[in-house]
């Protein structure tokens, strides 16, 4: 299903792009006519009427090295908005094929949890722009908090952007939280808030396990991290932080 919908996207964005450039080519021609006609009109003046025949109309004469420089400037600047606006289409358009903003498999469960245990960090996956962390959480205070659907089989997906001002959050080795260097707010290893101007904790993505074990992220739907208050964890930082708090 997944790859049906990459190769549909993937030939309506050609489409798009061949579109584009088809309409630009299509609005020079139809003006270089037009202008050529009105061109020859022109200097074809009232006509020549010869004898015993119709009226004859004079030659077209040759383009001078200024009209043809001139031409030749137009349709370049045409042709390079062309492949301009085609490539910034092409460049726009979601990614669907393994990136961000499809459903991405970010590898075996086995291994995922394996290097998380052996690093004692987060599994990181840089095209997806999440981490992969561990969880077997619970509800906690009077805060509900529902996980379904982003957390499964002991792990959960955490979208790497601070929801304060979007900067990329590192995990801290030390503390064991995740702490943004720009401006301090900090996330404890279920990403929920703890410290900092942070209004929430860090986002989520949905998350499944096949049945071959592979870990499936769809990273096109982002779901909001919990409020201010959630701790399913109750876990204090290990370590002294690596960003000082702000």
Not at 138 to 150: C, F, K
Not at 165 to 176: A, E, I, N, T
Request: charged share 15%; with cysteine; aromatic share 10%.
């Amino acid at each position: 299903m997944t790859r049906a919908l990459a190769l549909s996207s993937g030939t309506i964005a050609a489409l798009v792009v061949m579109g584009v450039v088809d309409l630009f080519a299509i609005v020079f021609g139809l003006s270089f006519v037009r202008g050529r006609r009105a061109q020859r009109a022109a200097e074809a003046g009232p006509g020549i009427t010869l004898p015993g025949g119709p009226a004859a109309k004079p030659a077209p004469r040759p383009v001078s090295r200024r009209e043809f420089f001139r031409r030749s400037l137009v349709s370049s600047l045409l042709v390079f908005g062309a492949q301009f606006g085609g490539a910034t289409i092409a460049f726009l358009w979601p990614n669907l094929k393994g990136g961000f903003g499809s459903i991405i498999n970010a590898g075996k469960l086995s291994d995922i949890k394996s290097f998380i245990d052996s690093n004692s960090q987060p599994f990181y996956y840089g095209a997806g722009r999440f981490y992969i962390v561990p969880w077997n959480g619970h509800p906690s205070g009077n805060v509900n908090y529902v996980t379904e659907g982003v957390t499964t089989q002991g792990i959960m997906p955490l979208y790497q952007r601070c929801v304060h001002l979007g900067c990329r959050v590192p995990f801290c080795q030390q503390s064991q939280w995740f702490e943004c260097p720009c401006h301090g707010s900090k996330y404890n290893y279920a990403g929920e808030y703890q410290l900092g101007p942070a209004p929430r904790g860090l986002d989520r993505f949905k998350v499944t396990v096949t049945d071959a074990g592979d870990v499936m992220v769809d990273t096109s739907q982002i779901l909001l991290g919990p409020p201010r208050g959630t701790n399913t964890i109750d876990e204090p930082p290990q370590g002294p932080f690596c960003v000082a708090p702000g």
